[in-house]
């Protein structure tokens, strides 16, 4: 069974860090390219980042670039976000989601979530 | 980037209706569009992929259709636990794009 756990969210001041982590089990963790969306309280989502399989390839969203790094560990199964000079506009909870086999930019299980609240 | 529209923003359906639900891309995605549902309190769930593919264990009452710009989710016959938003994500560009979302809501 395919599972996604989210942690490290949290109250941080604006212009803060978090390192958020998204612990993997159930599927060939490496095979799969991950990504990271999230959904401020009330509100649609958003994609965040996404990494492929290997971790060589990343993409970002415009509103997050220069802020955010996402990272994964294969050997440890678990997928990483960098989040820095955090805003009152990042408040959100946080997702993980893996792709499906043969795609990227799909995602076909999501974890449950963490929250990062930016509030002074 | 590519701006996703959806229309309504909320349905006011019966269970056993039929809901018909829009998204319009601001540029041709081709097929590379899915649907997902969500809960309150939940995660989303795929439904459907590349326009008009049911994901893993999703009931036939839901089908995609459309193509280039203007696609389509319907249920063809509402049961009680179809009642949730409904979010559309293109992957044909990046950056990943969603839909506002269409809350189908019971009448």
Redesign the interface.
């Known amino acids: 069974e395919v599972q996604l756990l989210e942690s490290g969210g949290g109250l941080v001041q604006p212009g803060g860090s978090l390192r958020l982590s998204c612990a993997a089990s159930g599927f060939t963790f490496s095979s799969y390219a991950m ?1 990271w ?1 999230r959904q401020a309280p009330g509100k ?4 965040v980042s ?1 990494i492929s399989g290997g971790g060589g390839t990343t ?4 509103s997050v670039k220069g802020r955010f790094a996402i990272s994964r560990d294969n050997s440890k199964n678990t997928l990483y976000l960098q989040v820095n000079s955090l805003r009152a506009e990042d408040t959100a909870v946080y ?1 993980c989601a893996k792709a ?1 086999s043969g ?6 299980y ?4 963490t929250l990062v609240t930016v509030s002074s | 980037e590519i701006v996703l529209t959806q229309s309504p923003a909320t349905l006011s359906l019966s269970p056993g209706e039929r809901a018909t639900l829009s998204c319009r891309a601001s540029q041709s995605v081709s097929s590379s569009l899915a649907w997902y549902q969500q809960k309150p309190g939940q995660a989303p769930r795929l439904l459907i992929y590349d326009a008009s593919n049911r994901a893993t264990g999703i009931p036939a009452r839901f089908s995609g259709s459309g193509s280039g710009t203007d696609f389509t989710l319907t249920i063809s016959s509402l049961e009680p636990e179809d009642f949730a938003v409904y979010y559309c994500q293109q992957r044909s560009n990046w950056p990943l794009s969603f839909g506002g979302g269409t809350k189908v809501e019971i009448k």
């Open positions: 990504s969306v649609g989502l958003e994609w996404a993409f970002y969203a415009d997702y499906p795609y990227y930019s799909l995602f076909d999501w974890g449950q979530g």
